[in-house]
């Protein structure tokens, strides 16, 4: 079983529609969990991150943690076709080693 | 500000060659990180570094794989007898802290191809 699990997908969704984006992890000594946004031939962006369990928001977009299911969301409110891009959920133990751990990425395409 | 820069932007080697990856981290940034991502899936840690010494090294999937950062800035990723297996894109990423957190700021990476 890997680490962290991401459905790659692709989705794809009109604009406007609210996307569900979520990653599953194994290893309960993970304790930050970040959303990072990969654009076509371009490196990973940090969208958000939280520590341990809750929800996150900025702008259109809220980040969840749930840590008894080992479950972590990422949602878009009113998706633009600019949010057109790969989603790529990460997490990090504390302390350590500062690697990332990235789940396979989800390919979203916004449909004017 | 200046980004986190990757050169070459794309390398093209045959089996067996020597290849070379640099990456100039953000100015002040201590820690610097190297991923390989291949189609289809998310970066794969290879190897950290807090200053000039490797700091985890657990990421690189063999010894035809070696990295350096001698004065604790610029980074080189050496790949020997490269393998066709080793074509990805290989991402660099550095890092400061953010609040509680380390944030890592990635360049464009490497477009690796071994014919």
């Known amino acids: 079983q890997k680490e962290v699990e991401q459905d790659p997908g692709p989705l794809s969704v009109p604009e406007g529609a609210i996307v569900s984006l979520n990653c599953t992890y194994s290893?309960?000594?993970?304790?930050?969990f970040m959303w990072y946004r990969q654009y076509s031939r371009k490196g990973p962006e940090l969208l958000m991150y939280?520590?341990?369990?809750g929800n996150k928001e900025d702008g259109r977009f809220t980040a969840q943690v749930d840590k008894s299911s080992k479950y972590i969301s990422l949602f878009i409110r009113d998706s633009q076709p600019s949010d057109s891009a790969t989603y790529l959920c990460?997490?990090?133990?504390?302390?350590?080693?500062?690697?990332?751990?990235f789940g396979k990425g989800t390919k979203l395409t916004v449909n004017p | 500000g200046a980004g986190v820069s990757q050169t070459p932007s794309n390398k093209v080697t045959e089996k067996g060659k020597y290849v070379e990856l640099r990456c100039d981290p953000i100015?002040?940034?201590?820690?610097l990180y190297w991923y390989r991502q291949s189609l289809g899936q998310g970066p794969e840690f290879l190897i950290y570094?807090?200053?000039?010494?490797?700091?985890?090294d657990s990421g690189l999937p063999n010894d035809r794989f070696f990295a350096v950062r001698p004065e604790g800035s610029v980074s080189t990723l050496k790949i020997q007898r490269t393998e066709r297996g080793d074509s990805a894109v290989y991402l660099c990423?550095?890092?400061?802290?953010?609040?509680?957190?380390?944030?890592?700021?990635f360049g464009p990476g490497t477009r690796l191809l071994v014919l």
């Open positions: 939280t520590y341990s369990s």
């Open positions: 990423a550095s890092s400061f802290m953010q609040g509680s957190l380390e944030t890592q700021y």
């Open positions: 100015s002040g940034h201590t820690a």
């Open positions: 290893n309960s000594a993970f304790q930050y």
């Open positions: 990460a997490i990090r133990t504390q302390g350590g080693s500062e690697k990332l751990v």
């Open positions: 570094f807090q200053g000039t010494g490797a700091a985890d």
